[in-house]
């Protein structure tokens, strides 16, 4: 999800990235790691952001694909303080587009 998430702040990629294998991709990996790999969650969350950012198209197919359910779990999982902001970041990314 790193690397993807680099990649695609490259101007324009997001939107190549942002389809609905890639979401549910993403949110089945952010499934399957909820519980002992917060890391995972953390990086799932900026992605998303990503994603989201200036893409009305991206961000609808991420609500869509159930990405929103991610993040309100992502909130109870990631336990670093510093990190919390990741969900807020994501979920106002896709509340803006």
């Known amino acids: 999800m790193a690397v993807i998430k680099n990649v695609a702040k490259q101007e324009g990629s997001a939107v190549s990235f942002t389809t609905p294998d890639n979401v549910e991709l993403i949110v089945k990996a952010m499934t399957e790691h909820e519980e002992g790999e917060e890391t995972l969650m953390e990086y799932g969350c ?36 510093r990190n919390q902001k990741y969900v807020v970041t994501a979920q106002a990314a896709l509340s803006q587009s």
């Open 46 to 81: 900026l992605l998303v952001e990503v994603l989201a950012q200036g893409n009305p198209t991206g961000a609808k197919i991420l609500i869509d694909g159930g990405i929103e359910d991610r993040l309100n779990k992502a909130s109870t999982v990631i336990t670093n303080v």
